[in-house]
């Protein structure tokens, strides 16, 4: 089985702009969920979706959304950059309904300037 | 709020010799499920060993082995016969097995092998 699949794996944007990044999860796994890493946060949870609904948000501005589409497919958008969204953006996928462990991609490494 | 602490920043090992990395959470919850990931220089999360809460028995996964001390909330990861390739960041992680399930991770611990 192909493991998750990020696109792209590094991306430099000016800052007011905005990014999509793209996470293909394993085939079958119905959940998705990102997270932003950075040196001074850690690892902090931005969202999860699941057959296409956002089943839980974190703490971050509305800046950051997202989406799921029908084949599990998702992405996140980050609109209006601020130097502060410099990071490694970590996408994870799950197989089902209940909560189990989550199988990460290589991250997308956004920078900011 | 469910939060995980590592208190250990950086750690290092002898090849060939055991470490142990500390982990303790906080939760209200009673059923949950607690993972060690592993983070090398590629960036990649790798799962190396998860527990579920509700089992007594302590998971094992070759030479990476935890003690669950669920009324403590501690969930230790040890390595045994570490080899050069263990050297990587180390995440501790909890998730709720029902509700509020993102997955918490604790700030990590980064693992030096000698040689």
């Known amino acids: 089985k192909a493991g998750v699949t990020q696109t792209p794996r590094y991306l430099i944007k000016t800052r007011g702009q905005q990014v999509t990044l793209s996470c293909s999860p394993i085939?079958?796994?119905?959940?998705v969920s990102w997270y932003q890493q950075t040196p001074g946060q850690g690892l902090q949870f931005l969202f999860e979706?699941?057959?296409?609904?956002?089943?839980n948000k974190g703490n971050f501005p509305g800046r950051f959304s997202g989406r799921q589409f029908s084949n599990s497919r998702s992405e996140m958008n980050v609109s209006t950059l601020e130097l502060g969204d410099s990071a490694l953006y970590l996408c994870?996928?799950?197989?089902?309904?209940?909560?189990?462990?989550?199988?990460f991609g290589q991250g997308t490494r956004l920078t900011v300037v | 709020a469910q939060t995980v602490t590592q208190s250990q920043p950086e750690m290092s090992v002898q090849e060939a010799e055991t470490v142990t990395l500390s982990c303790t959470y906080d939760?209200?919850?009673?059923?949950?499920?607690l993972f060690w990931y592993k983070q090398p220089p590629s960036r990649q999360m790798i799962l190396v060993i998860r527990?579920?809460?509700?089992?007594?028995q302590n998971a094992t996964e070759n030479r990476f082995s935890v003690n669950f001390q669920k009324a403590a909330k501690s969930f230790s990861l040890k390595i045994s016969d570490s080899q050069l390739g263990d050297a990587a960041m180390y995440f501790c992680?909890?998730?709720?097995?029902?509700?509020?399930?993102?997955?918490?991770f604790g700030a990590g611990t980064r693992l030096t092998v000698k040689p």
């Open positions: 994870a996928s799950s197989p089902g309904t209940r909560n189990t462990e989550a199988f």
């Open positions: 085939s079958g796994h119905r959940s």
């Open positions: 979706y699941f057959s296409e609904t956002q089943r």
């Open positions: 939760t209200s919850e009673s059923d949950y499920y």
């Open positions: 527990q579920e809460a509700y089992k007594q």
């Open positions: 992680a909890y998730r709720a097995r029902y509700n509020n399930n993102d997955m918490r």
